[in-house]
């Protein structure tokens, strides 16, 4: 499960005292456990989705964060920011491409809109952009 690779990665890091990973992943890690805990009051299991769900708003938040630092002319925070986004890319499951997309909604019995954004939501949440499918939904 990925909670647990990012469990093993935040241990790594303190024992070789990785400084720009061990701040990372103490922020990504209290965002999981307060989703673990949202998710346990619906009675609901945390899934590997809700995990990446968490990284793409962190992700996110971290390129704001990075844009906001190069506009104040401060460097060495763009530069450790830098870092931090891309050890949380290699977290991040590979996004499907526009081929592999319009593949699975071709092999879809029912190929309206609704069910096909259904059909990913539930299956490729994490793994695909909506608008992707949506775009390539479109175009056939």
Excluded at 26 to 44: F, G, M, T, W
Excluded at 83 to 96: D, R, S, T, Y
């Amino acid at each position: 499960m990925l909670y647990q690779q990012l469990k093993d990665a935040n241990i790594t890091a303190l024992k070789n005292h990785d400084t720009v990973a061990r701040s990372i992943l103490s922020v990504i890690l209290n965002k999981v456990k307060l989703a673990e805990i949202d998710r346990r009051a619906q009675n609901a299991e945390l899934t590997d989705a809700d995990v990446v769900a968490v990284l793409q708003k962190t992700l996110k938040e971290l390129e704001e964060e990075k844009q906001a630092f190069a506009k104040a002319n401060r460097a060495e925070n763009v530069q450790v920011l830098a870092q931090q986004i891309q050890f949380v890319n290699g977290f991040l499951p590979q996004m499907m491409s526009a081929e592999q997309i319009k593949q699975v909604i071709l092999s879809l019995d029912d190929k309206s809109v609704p069910a096909v954004m259904k059909h990913f939501k539930a299956n490729y949440a994490g793994q695909c952009d909506m608008r992707e499918v949506q775009a390539v939904l479109k175009s056939l």
